[in-house]
Nanobody, 122 residues
Framework: VQLVESGGGLVQAGGSLRLSCVVSGRIFSINHMAWYRQGPGIQRELVARITSGGTTNYADSVKGRFTISRDNAKNTVYLQMNSLKPEDTAVYYC?????????????????WGQGTQVTVSS
């Protein structure tokens, strides 16, 4: 299983970026998918999460500015980031809680991407 993020880069404050994360490999089902970020000297934090049914939740710091979505047919999760601020600068990681085979009610395994850098200049 591989998670590959893309879409990061350098943007001015107030600008927008759209991150994508494609999950590939042997996949039976994907439960929740999420975006985390880790800024310099800061612990990794949850940015947004989306369940298989489309329920979303966000960190307070990004509510109203970021939108998480997913395309189940493409095994892809997106993060639309608007009104970016310098404090949004971080490496952004996607993760997915998934199963590679049917296992009844057993929990899935969480996989992580390698991260993509987002830098917001003031």
């Amino acid at each position: 299983v591989q998670l590959v993020e893309s879409g990061g880069g350098l943007v001015q404050a107030g600008g927008s970026l759209r991150l994508s994360c494609v999950v590939s490999g042997r996949i039976f089902s994907i439960n929740h998918m999420a975006w985390y970020r880790q800024g310099p000297g800061i612990q990794r934090e949850l940015v947004a999460r989306i369940t298989s049914g489309g329920t979303t939740n966000y960190a307070d710091s990004v509510k109203g500015r970021f939108t998480i979505s997913r395309d189940n047919a493409k095994n892809t999760v997106y993060l639309q980031m608007n009104s970016l601020k310098p404090e949004d600068t971080a490496v952004y990681y996607c993760n997915a809680d998934l199963k590679t085979y049917y296992s009844g009610s057993s929990p899935g395994v969480v996989y992580w991407g390698q991260g993509t850098q987002v830098t917001v200049s003031s």
